[in-house]
Structures are given as C-alpha cells and as structure tokens.
T-cell receptor, first 112, second 115 residues
Framework: SQQGEEDPQALSIQEGENATMNCSYK?????LQWYRQNSGRGLVHLIL?????REKHSGRLRVTLDTSKKSSSLLITASRAADTASYFC????????????FGAGTRLFVKA | EPEVTQTPSHQVTQMGQEVILRCVPI?????FYWYRQILGQKVEFLVS????????KSEIFDDQFSVERPDGSNFTLKIRSTKLEDSAMYFC?????????????FGEGSRLTVL
C-alpha cells in the first residue's frame, strides 16, 4: 500500500518565506523521517520524529506529527535559495521488520 | 565523516545483460538497503538485509534481483538479465539499527541505463 504521500507536489516561494510541506500515510508507524534530495544526488536525513512525539525542532526545521490523522508536516522557516531540493517523508512501519517507505516528495524551489 | 560509497556512478548496459552494483556501507552499520528511483519519480524500496540474509523485499525485487555481502565490507545488488524498465538510479543505504532511533545513510547512487 502507498505510504507517505506528500503535498504539494511542487512549491515555489521567495527567499525569506516559510515553506510548509505535508505528508500523509496509511498504516501504523514506528517513526516518521524527513529527507532532502538535491537533484541527482543521494538522500540526506533531516529529522526523525517518533510516533509518541508531536513536534520536533532542528534549526530552521519544525516537524509535527498527528498520528490520529496519520499526517506530518515539515516547516522550513526563513527559506534560502540553497533549500531548493526535493523533500521526502519516510515511514518505518511497526510491524517488526525494517522497511522504510518513502513518499513521492515535494519539489521546493526557493527564488533568490 | 563516514559515508556510504557506491560504484559505478553510471553504468550503461544492453538489455539482457547482467549488472552488479556495488556499495560499501558505513563500517559499523548492521542493516543494509537498496532503493531505486526512476527519473523524477518516488524512491522505491527494494530490499533490506541483516545478518547475511534478506529481511524484507518488495514486489519489485523479483527473481531477477539478488543481493550479497561477499566480504566484510561490500554489499552488492545483482540484476541478472536487465530490462529497459530497470533503468533508474539505485541507492544503497545503511543504518546502525532498524531505524527506530536513527536515520538511513544513503550513497550518491548508481545510475543504470539499459539500452
């Protein structure tokens, strides 16, 4: 089943603005992670939030998790041109195995 | 800083040929993964590997695919008889644990082009 669907698919903002990306998932999870991917490169881990946490901060990043709605959001504050990338949420299901599933991603473009 | 390395960075092959993609995970990591990403599309899980055996695999990971850890450092993905639709970026990742408390560390990927 699909896991980790992000919206919007693409987002274009001006430098200095905040960017909010959302992620929804279907099954019960152990944790949810956000990754960043620059064009043609590997994925880089940004932040992990556990299923018993509601909010987490790291620098300019703020992640929320609502397990009742099976959704998460990633907020990047005071965006910079260098934040231009694709952002993916990823979920680890709590079925005992280890299979982190990625969503389709949001392409963020920050205009200087 | 330790990193996951993948070779080759780009491989072009003819349909029907065998391909081996190589990965050197981070040395103290115990869990290994292969993902693939068709151009512009989502990152798809292929397989996870622990303690010298496959832990989970997706429906994409059919009999054409195999993984191996031939020595203490390399982790390989073999595609036995490539098809056009196997053209994609293949990413190797490793983690210290099952992902409960930490992240997956990804390599830069191997781009496979099947002609």
């Amino acid at each position: 089943s699909q896991q980790g669907e992000e919206d919007p698919q693409a987002l274009s903002i001006q430098e200095g603005e905040n960017a909010t990306m959302n992620c929804s998932y279907k099954t019960s999870i152990n944790n949810l992670q956000w990754y960043r991917q620059n064009s043609g490169r590997g994925l880089v881990h940004l932040i992990l939030i556990r299923s018993n946490e509601r909010e987490k901060h790291s620098g300019r990043l703020r992640v929320t998790l609502d397990t009742s709605k099976k959704s998460s959001s990633l907020l990047i504050t005071a965006s910079r041109a260098a934040d231009t990338a694709s952002y993916f949420c990823a979920t680890l299901r709590n079925t005992g195995g280890f299979k982190t599933i990625f969503g389709a991603g949001t392409r963020l473009f920050v205009k200087a | 800083e330790p990193e996951v390395t993948q070779t080759p960075s780009h491989q072009v092959t003819q349909m029907g040929q065998e391909v081996i993609l190589r990965c050197v995970p981070i040395s103290n990591h115990l869990y290994f993964y292969w993902y693939r990403q068709i151009l512009g599309q989502k990152v798809e899980f292929l397989v996870s590997f622990y303690n010298n055996e496959i832990s989970e695999k997706s429906e994409i990971f059919d009999d054409q695919f195999s993984v191996e850890r031939p020595d203490g450092s390399n982790f390989t993905l073999k595609i036995r008889s490539t098809k056009l639709e196997d053209s994609a970026m293949y990413f190797c990742a490793s983690s210290e644990d099952r992902g409960n408390t930490g992240e997956l560390f990804f390599g830069e990927g191997s781009r496979l082009t099947v002609l």
